[in-house]
């Protein structure tokens, strides 16, 4: 079993940042890709960042140069440094977690509860 707590949302005016941190707890071993999905008001649930249990990352278009991704392994934790926040930020972001047991394995996700993010003046 993996839990995973998300941390740090709330309201910020347009322009702001906020930081976001995941804490994984449980069985963890293996090959796992941490992430961070959103989900709008009326949108889809959509990837905003994703880092490998090494250094590699990858970002949404729509956050690239204002988003941060970073991981403490150590602390099977993952945060997102959100920067220039815009109003279309606004969502519940949702930390991920892909666990596999071998390279090409079969990848089980796990999910927090969400978070709220509020961008708005």
């Known amino acids: 079993q993996v839990q995973l707590v998300e941390s740090g949302g709330g309201l910020v005016q347009p322009g702001g940042s906020l930081r976001l941190s995941c804490a994984a707890s449980g069985r963890i071993f293996g090959i796992y890709v941490m992430g961070w999905y959103r989900q709008a008001p009326g949108k889809q649930r959509e990837l905003v960042a994703i880092?490998?249990?090494?250094?590699?990352?990858d970002y949404a278009d729509s956050v690239k140069g204002r988003f941060t991704i970073s991981r403490d392994n150590a602390k099977n934790t993952v945060y997102l440094q959100m920067n220039s926040l815009k109003p279309e930020d606004t969502a519940v972001y949702y930390c991920?977690?892909?666990?596999?047991?071998?390279?090409?394995?079969?990848?089980?996700?796990?999910w927090g509860q969400g978070t709220q993010v509020t961008v708005s003046s």
């Open positions: 991920n977690l892909g666990l596999s047991s071998w390279v090409g394995g079969p990848k089980q996700d796990y």
């Open positions: 880092i490998s249990s090494g250094v590699s990352t």
